[in-house]
């Protein structure tokens, strides 16, 4: 498993005062947090660090930017990812610890701070790096994915960017903003569910758009499915099994499946190319087995992919590093 160094920070570790000192005897939820400083800016959120005067941790506290803070399907969304999070109680997810508004009325959750690096910074020197290691990455992210996956929720936004490798061998899957859960009839909101699909439509209507420099976007562009692509309202958890397997191509050659000079050309190549063999293409030697399961996940009828998370668990836990001897 992947090793970092560990946190070295002074509000990590832990004193008898912080464990010992008697509560207020009145709990104001006002007064609960002490914000240290901002960990990301995303599109339509703020990610803090504060420290919960209740039980004298550093946690993790996002909300909405003020100026998307009142609309009311961002607060949903809000939401949705804060309850996907608390439900799936997975070992390799992030828990959420609690959900509430602030003394302005605007929501907010807490989670979990996990220290390390993401697959990405990992990726960026996957010289150093065995593949036992790496794929020991994925199979914690396909088993997190196959728990959500039996609870009926799609995770839709699988990258490097959202996977991360903590000091003591965590491996959490991050960001359920783009989850898609269904109804009890089987139906769906897709209102809400396809965020950022308006900027898709926008980015394939700007002639030479260079794909450096999207952010956020640029990530989900290169892992997504060709049903994502087509906003298929069928999408299901096959979605998942492809951005998987785009993220195992990427490990496999150093190269994402499709990379086209910009954005219209990367979504028409997933959308109706093949992907060379990573074989072909990679400086590493490619295991047959790995091979074969990458290509698999990659196909575009979701249907001719594995059958479910749990099958491409099973696959990369066999003996596939006999290919490499």
């Not at 207020?24 to 914000?35: A, S």
């Not at 900027?199 to 794909?211: G, I």
């Not at 397997?245 to 093949?274: A, Q």
């Amino acid at each position: 498993m992947l090793k970092f160094q560990q946190p070295s920070k002074e509000y990590s570790k832990v004193y008898l005062e912080e464990t010992d000192k008697p509560l207020p005897e009145v709990l104001n939820p006002n007064t609960r947090y002490m914000f240290l400083g901002t960990i990301a800016t995303g599109g339509k959120s703020v990610i803090r660090s504060c420290k919960d005067l209740h039980l004298s941790r550093v946690v993790v506290h996002k909300s909405l930017k003020a100026e998307f803070a009142n609309d009311p399907i961002e607060q949903r969304r809000l939401l949705r990812e804060a309850r996907v999070s608390a439900l799936l109680q997975h070992p390799n997810t992030i828990p959420t610890y609690e959900i509430g508004k602030d003394r302005n009325g605007n929501v907010y959750f807490t989670m979990k701070l996990v220290h390390g690096y993401t697959l990405r910074e990992v990726l960026d020197y996957r010289d150093r790096y065995d593949l036992t290691q790496l794929i020991e990455v994925v199979v914690s992210v396909t088993q997190a994915l196959s728990s959500a996956h039996a609870h009926g929720v799609a995770h839709r936004d699988i990258k490097p960017e959202n996977i991360l490798v903590g000091p003591y061998g965590e491996v959490v899957l991050l960001d359920w903003g783009l989850a898609k859960v269904w109804r009890k009839d089987g139906s769906t909101e897709e209102a809400i569910d396809d965020p950022l699909f308006a900027n898709y439509q926008t980015l394939m209507n700007k002639e030479n758009k260079s794909v450096t420099g999207l952010g956020k976007l640029q990530g989900t562009i290169l892992y997504m499915s060709p049903e994502q692509v087509k906003r298929d309202p069928s999408i299901s958890y096959s979605t998942d099994i492809y951005s998987i397997g785009s993220v195992l191509y990427e490990i496999l050659t150093g190269r994402t499946p499709f990379d086209g000079r910009n954005t219209r050309e990367v979504l028409n190549d997933i959308e109706n190319k093949s992907p060379e063999v990573p074989s072909k293409v990679s400086k590493y030697q490619v295991p047959k087995l790995l091979e074969k399961l990458v290509m698999s996940c990659l196909q575009k009828d979701p249907a001719s992919r594995p059958e479910s998370m749990t099958e491409v668990t099973r696959i990369l836990q066999e003996n596939w590093a006999s290919d490499l001897t």
